[in-house]
């Protein structure tokens, strides 16, 4: 890597949704735990499915936590009412977040066409289809963009031309499958399959691609990691780059 640093990734486990980016003194949590320290820290959620929820909910700190305001959790304004509900999906969690920290944690509703800024760096959501609603985040400032899928469904074409016409110059995306066996249920399920991602990859040839978010099955992860290497994909704990380049900090064990 030639060029000066300008941020990292750090993935909490290969499996697991939680996904840290480092950028400009800011750190961008999505479908993370909450610390104590909450200055210069966004959450981001992106979907209301219980493993990201779960993700954003850990972290015990809140009752330390000595901030007069409680911790913004940024989530879609998910507005579907399903099993004769009274009230919506963001409603919903939005109490069940607001209980279980007794009101150190706040759901704050972002909606399509809205934009966040923090100092000089901006975050857009985008819409991508999964089996719920669900919130890719771009996020950009003068030097770089990075883009953080969410769960979506891989083989959409409209999913995969978004994605495209963004060209980030990193893009964090769930990658579930990886055999050939598996095309199917990828589809089914709405999630990625590896060839979805090799298909973006022809398109966005300067674009650094971190894979995140696989399947449990993946019991030996020396296969999946050999494969991501001979596609030239990035499966790792800890990564640095700067707009051309990357390197790998610590690789999962
Ligand atoms: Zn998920
Ligand atoms: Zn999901």
């Known amino acids: 890597m030639s060029s000066k640093f300008l941020g990292s990734v750090r993935l909490h486990a290969p499996y697991h949704p939680s996904i840290v980016i480092k950028l400009d003194k800011l750190d961008f949590r999505i479908d993370s735990p909450c610390g104590a320290k909450n200055e210069n820290k966004i959450y981001l959620l992106t979907h209301f499915h219980f493993d990201h929820v779960r993700s954003c909910m850990a972290g015990g700190a809140d009752f330390l936590s000595l901030s007069e305001n409680p911790i913004k959790i940024y989530a879609p304004y998910d507005d579907r009412k399903e099993y004769g509900e009274v009230e919506n999906v963001f409603d919903i969690h939005s109490k069940m977040i607001n209980f279980h920290s007794k009101a150190r944690r706040k759901l704050v509703p972002i909606k399509e066409g809205e934009e ?3 100092n000089g760096t901006t975050v857009v959501p985008v819409p991508l289809k999964h ?15 990075i883009f953080v899928t969410g769960d979506w469904e891989g083989s959409d074409y409209k999913n995969r031309q978004k994605i495209i016409s963004l060209m980030p110059n990193v893009l964090i995306t769930e990658c579930r ?3 050939e066996d598996e095309i199917e249920i990828a589809e089914e399920r709405m999630h990625v399959h590896i060839e979805d991602v090799l298909e973006l990859k022809e398109e966005l040839e ?11 099955r993946y019991r030996d992860l020396e296969d999946i990691i050999k494969i991501t290497k001979e596609k030239e994909l990035i499966l790792a704990k800890n990564i640095s780059f700067n707009n051309t380049g990357y390197r790998i900090r610590e690789r999962f064990k």
């Open 131 to 145: 089996t719920v609603p669900n919130f890719g985040y771009y996020i950009k400032n003068s030097e770089i963009s």
């Open 116 to 118: 966040l800024r923090f």
């Open 177 to 179: 499958y990886f055999f």
């Open 206 to 216: 300067n674009t650094i691609i971190i894979l995140t978010h696989i399947s449990h």
